[in-house]
């Protein structure tokens, strides 16, 4: 024991250690290196890829405009329910990151003149992100950019009342670039499978259940995220801090340990990177308030799309096979339980603590 105790405390051993510690940082400088080339060419292969289908090049639109992005592949399903519920809250301008559709939707969209589509055929699982950061730069620099999925529809304290401009306002008046939302799942008290065959309209009324059981909350800069290193980078009120939420209904019947939370609406200002991250962007000043996306993931056919998902490979976290799995064991199953509660608007999910909003802002919002 005493001769490792004196090797241990040899003058020389720091410099034994050296060349352990230069190995590990030319391992990590070679590690950023890598992931530099790799993301500049990405960014290269994004740009040859690119094209503008159809609509607005350059949309001439008020400061206080909010422009709506989202992927879409073959989305001509939702198409009528999703414009017409964000024109109801005052968008004007949609863009549209198209990733190969071959239905509908091209036409459809090119028939609407508020909507410009782009297009880029590159894997869209490696690749959203530039998409989706592009269009934002592009189309909504020093405004309000909102991104949502084709299945996502975006609700809020004052929604009726106050539409988005009284948002943006708001968000504006306090100095936030940034409002994050909190995706809730919605299904119907019947199997799934009896509802392949609904249209997106009958699915708004058909979904109206949802579950806040299997809800896994965390601080918003927690480790546990995964997400940590670059939520840092943004900052969050000291009043109803955001939280970062997952699981829910889909955590327990099928396993996953699927992201809840977002930041959908964001200004794209000097200092913001938009789009970073699928549920995030960075640069960001946090409000005080989250909104909810209520969620219709298992409307279209969910069978079928999670079999098409699997089959492409375009996406590599796994889901679409968890819940295939799940439809396999049970193929009757219902996400219904006596724990389901019918949505009513965003109160209850306040007064349950699944969204953090701050008394200032309800009352803004709703006076």
């Known amino acids: 024991m005493s001769g490792n105790k004196d090797i241990a405390g040899h003058p020389d051993s720091d410099a034994m250690q050296v060349p352990g510690l230069a190995a590990r940082a030319v391992d990590r400088l070679g590690g950023i290196l890598q992931r530099h080339v790799r993301a500049r060419i990405d960014q290269l292969r994004f740009d040859r890829s690119l094209r503008h289908l159809s609509g ?3 949309p001439q639109g ?13 989305g001509a399903y939702y198409l009528d329910v999703f414009l017409d519920h964000y024109r109801s809250l005052g968008v004007r301008h949609f863009v549209f990151c198209d990733t ?4 509908q939707t091209l036409s459809r969209l090119a028939a609407e003149p508020d909507v410009s589509v782009l297009q880029s055929t590159l894997p869209w699982g490696r690749f959203e992100n530039l998409f989706r950061g592009h269009a934002a730069t592009r189309f909504s620099r020093g405004r309000w950019c909102l991104f949502a999925d084709m299945d996502e ?5 004052g929604r009726s009342e106050r539409g988005l401009r009284g948002l943006t306002g708001y968000l504006e008046r306090y100095g936030y670039t940034a409002m994050m939302a909190q995706m809730l799942e919605m299904f119907p008290r019947c199997a799934l499978r009896e509802t392949a065959d609904l249209t997106y309209a009958e699915a708004q009324d058909e979904f109206c259940h949802y579950d806040l059981t299997a809800v896994r909350s965390l601080a918003y800069r927690d480790r546990a995220t995964g997400l940590s290193d670059l939520l840092h980078l943004n900052t969050v009120p000291d009043t109803a801090a955001p939280r970062f939420q997952f699981g829910g209904i889909r955590a327990s019947a099928f396993g996953e340990n699927c992201c809840l939370s977002k930041h959908p609406l964001v200004k794209v200002v000097p200092g913001v990177a938009p789009a970073v991250h699928p549920h ?3 640069g960001v000043r946090v409000a005080d308030a989250t909104a909810v ?3 219709y993931k298992f409307a279209n056919d969910p069978i079928g799309r999670d079999q098409a998902s699997l089959a492409s490979k375009s996406i590599g976290h796994g889901e679409d096979a968890l819940r295939l799995a799940g439809f396999d064991a049970r193929p009757d199953l219902s996400l219904w339980s006596d724990h389901a509660e019918v949505y009513d608007g965003p109160a209850a999910l306040r007064a349950a603590g699944f969204l953090q909003v701050s008394a200032r802002f309800v009352e803004e919002m709703s006076s």
Not at 100 to 103: A, L, M, P
């Open 280 to 282: 995030l962007s960075t």
């Open 62 to 74: 008020m400061a206080d405009d909010v422009t709506v992005v989202a992927l879409v592949r073959d």
């Open 100 to 103: 190969g559709s071959t239905d």
């Open 56 to 58: 607005p090049v350059d």
């Open 153 to 157: 529809i975006l609700d809020f304290d």
């Open 293 to 295: 996306l209520k969620h």
